[in-house]
């Protein structure tokens, strides 16, 4: 709709979709933008195994996004920047844009 040839977009388990679009064509960024929860160990593990070269995660909850960045550096990527967002005024949440490359 909007003109873009180089975007994809797919609604379904991420876990389930990146394996799909790897066999179709690699990509160099992913982003996830995962529930308070975090990510699911099982798209950590996708994630490492298919190893785009760059990763945008959004979060909500700086717990979880604290723990999953640990197991993604300990995978092979390196925290770039990570941006606070204060979508929310007059509440304590606030969002997180991380940007991590992978260690080449």
């Not at 873009?4 to 799909?20: C, Q, S, W, Y």
Request: glycine share 4%; charged share 30%.
């Amino acid at each position: 709709m909007n003109g873009f040839t180089n975007t994809r977009f797919e609604a379904g388990a991420a876990e389930d979709v990146i394996p799909r679009w790897y066999k179709e064509k690699r990509f160099d960024v992913l982003v996830v933008d995962p529930p308070r929860k975090g990510c699911d160990e099982h798209l950590l593990r996708t994630i490492l195994e298919y190893r785009p070269k760059r990763l945008v995660y959004v979060s909500c909850n700086p717990a979880t996004l604290a723990r999953d960045l640990r197991i993604l550096e300990d995978g092979g990527y390196k925290t770039k920047e990570v941006q606070p967002v204060d979508m929310f005024p007059q509440s304590s949440h606030v969002e997180a844009v991380t940007w991590m490359e992978l260690n080449q």
